[in-house]
């Protein structure tokens, strides 16, 4: 008979899929300022394209470009917010395995708020140490199963 393969994500597996959201929350960031420099260079606001003067480059719009820019990137924004929304929604979910309260409260900080160590410490009134302590037997102690 073979080894059994494990069910469940190990410690370390399981710190690493909880962090995927953090990288998209980054990406959606950086999306949204690539959109406001777009809007800068077309002369426009943030709260809609304003363009200050009209000038046309043989027959077209200079400002049409950066339209165009500005709506792609508003659409990835938007695909990118979505996918956020489902990947914490799935990392809700398996942080709701962990029994303890206090283990769910590092975890609920740390990969859906994306707080720092120094911020969740303070918050809950731990010793930094304590707050990293948690963290990983809240990691022993989560539940997610292979894919």
Same mark, same amino acid.
């Given at each position: 008979m073979g080894k059994k393969q494990q069910e469940y994500l190990t410690p370390e597996e399981a710190k690493e899929w909880l962090s995927t959201g953090r990288g998209v929350s980054q990406e959606i960031e950086a999306l949204k300022k690539a959109k406001e420099a777009s809007e800068m260079r077309a002369g426009g606001v943030s709260a *809609? %394209?304003? !363009? &200050?003067? #009209?000038?046309? &480059?043989? *027959? !077209?719009?200079? *400002?049409? *470009? #950066?339209? %165009? =820019?500005?709506? $792609?990137? &508003? $659409?990835?924004?938007?695909? !990118?917010?979505?996918?956020? =929304?489902?990947m914490l929604a799935d990392i809700g979910t398996a942080i709701a395995t962990v029994k303890d309260g206090m283990e769910? %409260? %590092?975890?609920?900080?740390?990969?859906?708020?994306?707080?720092?160590? =120094?911020?969740? $410490?303070?918050?809950?009134?731990?010793?930094?140490? /304590?707050? /990293?302590?948690? /963290?990983?037997? $809240?990691? &022993? #102690?989560? !539940?997610?199963?292979?894919m």
């Open positions: *809609g %394209v304003k !363009r &200050s003067t #009209n000038v046309k &480059s043989k *027959g !077209r719009d200079r *400002g049409d *470009g #950066n339209l %165009v =820019e500005m709506a $792609a990137l &508003s $659409a990835q924004i938007d695909a !990118r917010i979505k996918d956020l =929304e489902r769910r %409260v %590092v975890l609920l900080k740390r990969y859906v708020l994306f707080q720092k160590w =120094e911020k969740i $410490a303070v918050d809950m009134d731990f010793y930094y140490q /304590h707050v /990293h302590r948690l /963290h990983k037997k $809240a990691l &022993s #102690n989560i !539940r997610i199963k292979k």
